[in-house]
């Protein structure tokens, strides 16, 4: 199991020999190193925070160990070690705690970054606000996955021809639809939460489907056709007279704004009735 946190220890440099001490297991003298072992907290194996410290004794002749702060030293150890430590200290290390002035640097470096950032937007001119976007954004909340022939025809044919043609390959009930007339052109909106299960290099073929659906209905020669697939977080797939952005992941929908150029009085959804064409 991988680890984002977690704390790490060393043994610091300096080590000293307890003199004149007896070893409280073998009870052999002199025979007692003492050092120091330092914990510290690392994030990604970056140590960040120094932690706690022992101080450890050792007996080379059995191997007892004995730990300072348990109160396992005896006396005369515990005298030995403070002499000795006060003599040649025992610091802990500057790298113990890096992770710390990492952490600083960047954070002086984000704020920075904002500051330079904002009082270099202040210079620019705003951008000017399209207001097709808004159009759009609102239009794509209207997707219904029930379009009527009375309310919406061109999306009951599209839905119709979706329910057969991505039949095991997605939800039906999650493909939602919309459709609108501006003039000569059509604006068609198609929201397929569930398209994650269809290859994104096979996505383009959503266009088709529509394109070759709508030719299967009087009406729509010598129209405008202006479709976008949304996806759950983003357009996917977009189709224009003006131009394309079928790579089936992330699509520019501002291709889809010039739908909404010279528009009418009212843009009402499409309600072409005609029935199927009948071969002659």
Not at 55 to 69: K, P, Q, R, T
Not at 74 to 96: A, G, I, Y
Not at 162 to 181: P, Q, T
Not at 252 to 265: A, G, H, V
Request: hydrophobic content about 35%.
């Amino acid at each position: 199991m991988f680890f984002l946190f977690g704390t790490g220890k060393s043994t610091l440099k300096n080590q000293y020999r307890l003199t004149n001490c007896e070893c409280p297991v073998c009870h052999q003298k002199n025979t007692m190193i003492a050092g120091t072992i330092a914990r510290y907290a690392h994030f990604f194996f970056i140590p960040v925070l120094p932690t706690s410290r022992k101080n450890i004794a050792i007996c080379s002749n059995c191997n007892s160990n004995f730990v300072l702060e348990d109160k396992q030293f005896t006396p005369e150890m515990e005298q030995s070690f403070d002499s000795q430590q006060k003599v040649n200290p025992n610091p802990r290390p500057v790298w113990h705690g890096c992770g710390c002035f990492i952490i600083l640097l960047a954070i002086i470096f984000f704020i920075g970054s904002a500051i330079v950032g904002w009082f270099t937007s202040k210079d620019e001119p705003e951008k000017p606000v399209d207001k097709r976007k808004a159009m759009l954004k609102k239009d794509l909340r209207k997707v219904t996955s029930k379009p009527t022939f009375e309310t919406d025809s061109t999306s009951f044919y599209i839905k119709e021809c979706f329910d057969i043609m991505l039949e095991g390959k997605v939800n039906s009930k999650e493909v939602d639809y919309y459709s609108k007339s501006n003039g000569d052109k059509i604006l068609i909106l198609i929201d397929i939460d569930d398209l994650k299960k269809v290859e994104s290099s096979s996505r383009y073929h959503l266009i088709e489907y529509v394109t070759e659906c709508l030719n299967m209905h009087d009406g729509y020669e010598g129209k405008q056709l202006y479709i976008g697939v949304d996806g759950m977080w983003n357009m996917v797939l977009v189709s224009t007279p003006n131009g394309s952005d079928t790579s089936g992941k992330f699509a520019d929908e501002e291709l889809l704004y010039p739908f909404y150029d010279q528009s009418q009085n009212t843009i009402e959804a499409v309600e072409i009735k005609a029935e199927k064409k009948t071969s002659k």
